[in-house]
């Protein structure tokens, strides 16, 4: 059974930083791209990043290129999200999902449980 | 960027009623979109996959049709379990658009 489990959210003050993790398990790690979703309070689904099985390649949205970093450690199945200069815009809730498809592009259909980010003063 | 928009925004119906969700793309995006489902307090769910694959585990009342720029998400005859919010979301190139959602009301 895939299970992915998001750690690393809390209440940060605008500027500052935060780095999330995704302990993956029940499949092999590195045969699978990832991706961050993120949701804002009452708000839609936003696609902030995604890497592929090796690492190599990697892609951001527009509004956290410069600021996000995607990552991972295949060796200890882990997804990370690093994330400076935080903004109160940055507010939501982070899923991590595998990514299944083509290497055109992914859907995803394994999800973990979120974890809850607030930038706040 | 491929903007997507889905209508309704909200929905309301019954138990029993068949129900469609169109969702348009701003430029083809061939078959790649999917569909899921999300209720409050979790994570979404993948229904279907390449505009029309149903996803594995899913109630057939479930489908999907459509290619290039509009699509359909029907459920045949709505079950309590299927009052929830559903989104679209392209995946031809990155950045993997999604709707902006369709609220599915009970009437």
């Known amino acids: 059974e895939v299970q992915l489990l998001e750690s690393g959210g809390g209440l940060v003050q605008p500027g500052g930083s935060l780095r999330l993790s995704c302990a993956a398990s029940?499949?092999?790690?590195?045969?699978?791209?990832m991706t961050w979703v993120r949701q804002a309070p009452g708000k839609g689904l936003e696609c902030v990043s995604a890497?592929?099985?090796?690492?190599?390649?990697?892609n951001y949205a527009t509004s956290v290129r410069g600021r996000f970093t995607i990552s991972r450690d295949n060796s200890k199945n882990t997804l990370y999200l690093q994330m400076n200069g935080l903004s109160p815009e940055d507010s939501a809730v982070y899923y991590c999902?595998?990514?299944?498809?083509?290497?055109?592009?992914?859907?995803?259909?394994?999800w973990g449980q979120g974890t809850l980010v607030t930038a706040s003063s | 960027d491929i903007q997507m928009t889905q209508s309704p925004s909200t929905l309301s119906a019954s138990v029993g009623d068949r129900v469609t969700i169109t969702c348009r793309a701003s430029q083809s995006i061939s078959s790649w979109l999917a569909w899921y489902q999300q209720k409050p307090g979790k994570a979404p769910k993948l229904l279907i996959y390449?505009?029309?694959s149903l996803e594995s585990g899913v109630p057939s009342r479930f489908s999907g049709s459509g290619s290039g720029t509009e699509f359909t998400l029907t459920i045949s005859s709505l079950q309590p379990d299927d009052f929830a919010t559903y989104y679209c979301?392209?995946?031809?190139?990155?950045?993997?658009?999604f709707g902006q959602g369709t609220k599915l009301e009970i009437k």
């Open positions: 999902a595998r990514c299944s498809g083509t290497l055109s592009g992914y859907y995803f259909a394994s």
């Open positions: 979301q392209k995946y031809n190139t990155y950045p993997y658009t």
């Open positions: 390449k505009a029309s």
């Open positions: 890497i592929s099985g090796s690492g190599e390649n990697t």
């Open positions: 029940g499949f092999t790690f590195s045969n699978y791209a």
